[in-house]
């Protein structure tokens, strides 16, 4: 749970923006461990929440989403990006605030 409750997408289209942004996942996992990790990590999270978005809603900006984490959800917010990743690509975990294992933050898509 961020401000409202939202979904993370982990689809091609992100890896596709991974690979422009990045030059691919490898290259991402090293900047995320950077200098400019917070950057990429807003980045990141951007990405990934818009493409988990209802048709119809307004996309977020990585200012928007830089309000949304703080000190208090970062770990929880990373976790919750790793996990997505993790997935078998087709959005189906749905992580919530009640959920010991990740908390803040909600990912994937149901189907």
Do not use: P
Not at 38 to 48: A, G, I, Q, S, V
Not at 58 to 70: N, P, S, W
């Amino acid at each position: 749970m961020l401000d409202k409750e939202r979904k993370m997408l982990f689809d091609l289209n992100v890896m596709d923006a991974i690979s422009d942004h990045f030059g691919g996942m490898g290259e991402m996992n090293k900047a995320m461990q950077g200098k400019d990790q917070m950057k990429h990590l807003r980045w990141l999270l951007t990405e990934l929440l818009n493409e988990g978005s209802e048709d119809g809603e307004a996309l977020l900006t990585e200012k928007q989403v830089g309000k949304l984490i703080h000190s208090g959800n970062l770990v929880e917010v990373s976790q919750a990006i790793s996990a997505v990743i993790a997935k078998d690509g087709r959005g189906n975990q749905n992580l919530t605030d009640d959920d010991d294992e990740v908390k803040n933050a909600t990912a994937g898509k149901s189907q």
